[in-house]
């Protein structure tokens, strides 16, 4: 699924890529897909509750209805059916264990499976590993930063088109527009806004493939962190 090229992309002959996301009516899903939208991009995902729905729709936002923690691979192939990337963004935020394994781990797997021969990307919204290790974590932290480490293990043993993602903490604050991104970084604060720019660029950079991107605040352009990754995998 492809929309026509836009002028942001004037220079491209590529057609924009069409999207899925997973996690679409979260704080950094509804930034991504706005940004998505803005581009003209064909963009949808997964909702459960009417209300999110409409007012993603509002957006220009395709909508499917349904329980993440309950679909079957089966269900999420036909929800993903001719999208070019999905972006999971979906997770327990060091929430409850019982989400943390229904979620950022189990459907993780089903949505990695039912990509499975295709030609779909994947990208995956993670976390640091070594986040807040300054701290003294409670038990359901403790827990969602053992989840995440394996489910990204996981993933990157399918044999699929993956790009994970690793943000320092979140932030509402208003974006920069420069980040710190590569192989690793140090751990302190990104925005929300930030981490959804990020996004928005490697959806339009699929030469990144099977790669882990660690992200931080710091001074470099997204385009350019984007640009200066996909280049590196090119020497
Ligand atoms: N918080 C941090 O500092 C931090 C740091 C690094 C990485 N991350 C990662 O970034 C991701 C996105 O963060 P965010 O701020 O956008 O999170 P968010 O606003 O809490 O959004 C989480 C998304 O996951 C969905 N979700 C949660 N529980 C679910 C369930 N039981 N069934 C179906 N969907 C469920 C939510 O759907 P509903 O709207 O229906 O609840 C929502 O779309 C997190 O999942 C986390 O893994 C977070």
Known sequence: MTSPTTSATAASEEPLPGVFIFG???RVGRLLASRLRTRGMTVSGLTRSSQQAAALQADGVTTVSGELALATTQEIASMVSGFDVVVFTAGS????PDVTDAID???LARVSEALSGTQTRLILLSVLPEAWRERSLSD?????FAVKKRAEVALTREPIDWVILRPSLLTDDPGRGTVALGPAELHDEITRDDVAAVLEAL???????RRILELNEGPTAVTEAVGRVARSYQA
């Not at 959806?203 to 493939?209: A, D, G, H, K, M």
């Open 203 to 209: 959806v339009l950079e699929p030469t990144i493939s």
């Open 93 to 96: 935020n060091a929430g409850h």
């Open 24 to 26: 679409i009516s979260g």
């Open 105 to 107: 781990d189990a459907a």
């Open 140 to 144: 359901e932290e403790e827990h969602y």
